[in-house]
């Protein structure tokens, strides 16, 4: 069993950065696939970013890609998410997952944090 808790979200203005961080409780977290999804009011759940055990291989979405970084620190049972060059649609809430396998599709994650709600203005 693995918990996530996400943090580090909050209000921005178009432009700027955020980073948020996942923490996961429970063994084996670096035999995890951790990955980023984010949900915006009245759509689907959507892809970010995933990172393979051992940061050996890095996925994003095409939304995010060469704004967006993700990272993972084993020793800490943490991933990030770097976010910079926000947009306005950018806005959504962020979830962390962890499963054995990566993937940009929600069905191959066994966990899920609660989300944190990234807000930015124009």
């Known amino acids: 069993q693995v918990r996530l808790v996400e943090s580090g979200g909050g209000l921005v203005q178009a432009g700027g950065s955020l980073s948020l961080s996942c923490v996961a409780s429970?063994?084996?977290?670096?035999?995890?696939?951790m990955a980023w999804f984010r949900q915006a009011p009245g759509k689907e759940r959507e892809f970010a970013a995933s990172?393979?055990?051992?940061?050996?291989?890095?996925y994003y979405g095409d939304s995010v890609k060469g704004r967006f970084t993700i990272s993972r620190d084993d020793a800490k049972n943490t991933v990030y998410l770097r976010m910079d060059s926000l947009k306005p649609e950018d806005t959504a809430v962020y979830y962390c997952?962890?499963?054995?396998?990566?993937?940009?599709?929600?069905?191959?994650?066994?966990?899920w944090g609660q989300g944190t709600q990234v807000t930015v203005s124009s």
């Open positions: 429970g063994r084996n977290f670096d035999s995890y696939a």
């Open positions: 997952a962890a499963g054995s396998v990566p993937g940009m599709v929600t069905t191959v994650y066994d966990y």
């Open positions: 990172i393979r055990k051992s940061s050996n291989r890095i």
